[in-house]
């Protein structure tokens, strides 16, 4: 095993880093006063501007890599992007990750990556001109529309939106929630998953289908807090679909597919939310540090605490083995697809959170009053993993897959003779 970076690693990771400390992080109080600013949900003028720039620096799309999980139903469609491979694109998420709004920068956020990996991989040539080309421009952006308040959605077989046939279109009913980037401005497409046929097998009654936002018959109810964060101008929103009406063209794949299409969607934006979390765990962790160092208290610097060199040292522990299980995911998903990686998937989407979470917590305790305000992000950022033990798929879920494995190893009778 090589735990050395290769030269193309260390130079895409190296050039996001760069960006990201030139031109993202002097615009930190450019981003805090906009978004503070009236009306809540619109576009950032900052954002926008180091769009121009990244995209002129050949930072752009990099999440698209060019080969792993299924090959495109159509690949005539050319787009823009490095191509990067999932191990090389893990170096960079963790750098975007350090500052909560910078993937965007990048056109890199989700649920536009999940989204444009979808049409890449299951759209027609017809359905990515008019939403995948725009999407990965980033002219416009996308929700995705599966969770619903009335079921456990954990079970994605549990979905009851409806999506019926009729002639030359199908109508959509139902109520979604937590579709994030519903309340941005430039969300102009949703993928909704519904059922088509509740006869069919359990695993094919769900189907995906493209709808604008602008189509009659959809609306947001509200936009939903995380921990009293709206998340703006981003955000999360319940949307009501009441007799919404799109081209039968419109459907993904196939009716029947949509649960397929769910699964080759969430093996990818798993990953990206982990590789993502290790960067916030990092910066938690130098908040931390600067925060210890810096006061005193009965007559030391905290840092010289105990308790304190054991949080710490704990911490850099913690980020190194999520780190080197998130690389080894993304390294089996370019060697051998999305699917060799399912338990490390599964594993990684586990233990990021619930690492971050912990060192999140004791900066916030190093930081006594500050950490529970805005003053320095870590509250938000507590809020936003904290979240993330369910998005995707709750932890119990994919401890089940990871238990079940395990079980599976051992499952053979014992030998006669030998005892248990």
Request: aromatic residues 6%; proline residues 5%.
């Amino acid at each position: 095993m090589n735990f050395e970076l290769t030269a193309d690693q260390a130079h895409h990771r190296e050039r996001v880093k760069g960006f990201m400390n030139e031109r993202v992080r002097p615009r930190l109080r450019d981003y805090d006063e906009q978004a503070a600013a009236e009306p809540r949900w619109k576009v950032l003028p900052v954002i926008e501007e180091l769009k121009t720039e990244a995209r002129r620096a050949g930072l752009w799309n990099l999440f698209m890599p060019p080969s792993s999980g299924h090959p495109p139903v159509d690949d005539s469609f050319e787009f823009e992007g490095e191509q990067l491979t999932n191990l090389e694109y893990a170096l960079c998420a963790e750098e975007m990750g350090r500052v909560h709004w910078a993937s965007e920068v990048f056109n890199c956020s989700a649920p536009d990556t999940g989204n444009m990996e979808v049409l890449l991989r299951y759209g027609t040539l017809d359905q990515k001109e008019e939403w995948l080309r725009p999407l990965m421009r980033g002219e416009v952006r996308s929700a995705f529309l599966m969770t619903e308040p009335g079921v456990a959605s954990s079970d994605a077989t549990n979905i009851e939106t409806s999506i019926r046939p009729d002639g030359d279109e199908y109508v959509i009913d139902g109520t979604k929630w937590w579709s994030s980037g519903a309340g941005d401005p430039r969300c102009k497409l949703a993928i909704v998953m519904g059922k088509t046929d509740p006869e069919q097998h359990r695993y094919r009654q769900q189907s995906m289908v493209l709808v604008p936002m602008e189509t009659a018959g959809v609306r947001i109810a509200r936009m939903l807090p995380v921990f009293g964060y709206d998340h703006a101008p981003h955000g999360h929103g319940e949307i009501m679909l009441e007799g919404v009406r799109v081209p039968a063209d419109n459907m993904l794949l196939g009716e029947g597919r949509g649960f397929e299409i769910a699964q080759g969607r969430l093996g990818p934006g798993r990953i990206h939310h982990c590789m993502r979390t290790i960067g916030i765990a990092e910066e938690a962790l130098a908040s931390m540090a600067r925060r210890l160092l810096g006061r005193t208290a009965f007559g030391k610097r905290i840092a010289d605490q105990s308790v304190w060199e054991e949080r710490v040292a704990r911490a850099r522990i913690d980020i190194e083995m999520s780190r080197l299980l998130c690389l080894k995911a993304a390294d089996m998903m370019d060697r051998a697809g999305n699917k060799s990686a399912q338990l490390e998937i599964a594993m990684i989407k586990v233990q990021a959170p619930t690492m971050a979470l912990k060192i999140l917590d004791d900066a916030i305790q190093a930081h006594g009053g500050g950490g529970v305000s805005d003053d320095f992000h870590l509250a938000t950022d507590w809020a936003g993993i904290r979240t993330l033990r369910f998005a995707d798929g709750p932890d119990e879920v994919h401890n089940r897959a990871i238990a079940r494995a395990e079980f599976g190893k051992y499952a053979a009778p014992l030998h006669e003779g030998r005892s248990a």
